[in-house]
T-cell receptor, first 112, second 118 residues
Framework: NAGVTQTPKFQVLKTGQSMTLQCAQD?????MSWYRQDPGMGLRLIHY???????DQGEVPNGYNVSRSTTEDFPLRLLSAAPSQTSVYFC???????????FGQGTRLTVV | AQKVTQAQTEISVVEKEDVTLDCVYE???????LFWYKQPPSGELVFLIR??????QNEISGRYSWNFQKSTSSFNFTITASQVVDSAVYFC???????????????FGKGTKLTVNP
């Protein structure tokens, strides 16, 4: 099992550019989430999904879009990147059957 | 609103010392879950434990132990006989009751950076 796979691992964007962070899981988990980690701030929830076709906002959703067309994939879209979106992004998946959230390796994004 | 407070920003100990990482949480829910995750310098998040609000038994796993006290809203983590490999950032997290039993909406503390010196 690959678990939770995030791509890319590193990305540099210019202000105003758009991009999609990819997240895929092969554990047939119902739930998927996106977090961002900033120095001294811990991880904060951006968006989450409880199943295909269902998404909802977390604590810091502004500037990000998500969709969940399949159980396996949960891409995070930055529509117009801003320097404030420089962060490390983590995707996670979980299931009501499990006791933990499985995290991807993270994507380090720098917006210049 | 849910909140997790890890008051210790950084802790430095010498190898073989015992160390306790504090976690205090706030929630109005009667059903919730508490977690600890470890983030080593390599950056990945490693799950350590999940505890539900109805289970106040302390847990021990090797050198790790957890003390859950609902009366003080605390879920503290102790490492006994610390080792250099324990050096990492440790996060405490809380899951809402409405999270349908999953872990899709975690509220994290800001983390405690533990440095274990040889």
């Amino acid at each position: 099992n690959a678990g939770v796979t995030q791509t890319p691992k590193f990305q540099v964007l210019k202000t105003g550019q758009s991009m999609t962070l990819q997240c895929a899981q092969d554990m047939n988990h119902e739930y998927m989430s996106w977090y961002r980690q900033d120095p001294g701030m811990g991880l904060r929830l951006i968006h989450y999904s409880v199943g295909a076709g269902i998404t909802d906002q977390g604590e810091v959703p502004n500037g990000y879009n998500v969709s969940r067309s399949t159980t396996e994939d949960f891409p995070l879209r930055l529509l117009s990147a801003a320097p404030s979106q420089t962060s490390v992004y983590f995707c996670a998946s979980s299931s009501y059957r499990n006791t933990e959230a499985f995290f991807g390796q993270g994507t380090r994004l720098t917006v210049v | 609103a849910q909140k997790v407070t890890q008051a210790q920003t950084e802790i430095s100990v010498v190898e073989k010392e015992d160390v306790t990482l504090d976690c205090v949480y706030e929630t109005r829910d009667t059903t919730y879950y508490l977690f600890w995750y470890k983030q080593p310098p390599s950056g990945e998040l490693v799950f350590l434990i999940r505890r539900n609000s109805f289970d106040e038994q302390n847990e021990i796993s090797g050198r790790y132990s957890w003390n859950f006290q609902k009366s003080t809203s605390s879920f503290n983590f102790t490492i006994t006989a610390s080792q250099v490999v324990d050096s990492a950032v440790y996060f405490c997290a809380l899951s809402e009751a409405e999270a349908q039993g999953g872990s899709e909406k975690l509220v994290f503390g800001k983390g405690t950076k533990l440095t274990v010196n040889p």
